[in-house]
């Protein structure tokens, strides 16, 4: 039997990233509001057997806007700045085989 929280997933994107897979989930609460998960999941291989080291972000909608203009300066910066001879293009290809998931 399933219980139900209330809690539905609205909308989710998974990103294959090597041993890493990034999840970004919306998810709606019982008044009908909206938020955003982001989850980092590892495989990790202990002695008695494999699991999941996972790391989850939540973002409420009054934050949305300041982490998405924080991510796109920070991420200009490194792709502009810090590491502007870096061919950041070359894994594009990996980014239909996650689309089409």
Known sequence: ???????????????????????FDIKSTRGGDYYLTITESKKKTEEDGKFYEKHKIFLYKEDVNKFVHALNEVV???????????AFDQFDRNIEDTQSK
Do not use: H, I, P
């Not at 200009?76 to 870096?86: C, E, G, H, I, R």
């Open 76 to 86: 200009y910066y490194l792709k502009t700045v810090l590491m502007a001879d870096y």
């Open 1 to 23: 039997m399933e219980l139900n929280t209330g809690l539905d997933e609205v909308y989710s994107k998974r990103v294959n990233a090597g041993k890493r897979v990034y999840f």
